[in-house]
């Protein structure tokens, strides 16, 4: 059978662009860990959450550093800590704030924790997590927890008030 190798097998839809970020259409060949995207993409999360972990892994979501880098802003420190640069794996794993949100969840995993560990192996480490729990209730813990740290994150600055 004939394929186009251009076109991904599973190509989600982008989200829709609400930054001026320059988009990463996965309608080309996929920036970012393609294995790990995929793995993300066949998971049984809302699509919301596939979109979010999307753009995590190809490093567009409007993270301070990434906003620097397109001369969106000058300012590329964290909100919270205000003693960091924001990146996605500051925001979401060694940012003190978001330390203390994985130590309290109870998931308790080597990687996620060890600040040497690239952001795909900590996002790797909680698929593994997700997908080896047989309670229900707590399967994709660790991804909705990220979502949550970005939706907190975004309303703190957004709104300019702590979500705790
Ligand atoms: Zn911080």
Known sequence: MWTDPWIPDHPPRPPRART???SNTPTT????P???????WKTKTPAKLKHFL?????????TANNLKRCHITQNDQCRRCCSEVET???IFFECPYAKRIWR????SNLIISNPSSTLEEKIDACLQCSLST???HMQYLPFWLLWRLWKSRNMSIFQQKEIH
């Open 88 to 90: 996605e794996d500051h």
């Open 104 to 107: 309290t969840s109870g998931i």
């Open 34 to 40: 393609a294995v790990l995207k995929n793995k993300v």
């Open 29 to 32: 060949p996929t920036h970012g």
């Open 54 to 62: 999307w753009r995590l892994l190809s490093r567009s979501l409007a």
């Open 134 to 136: 047989r309670l229900s």
């Open 20 to 22: 001026h970020l320059p």
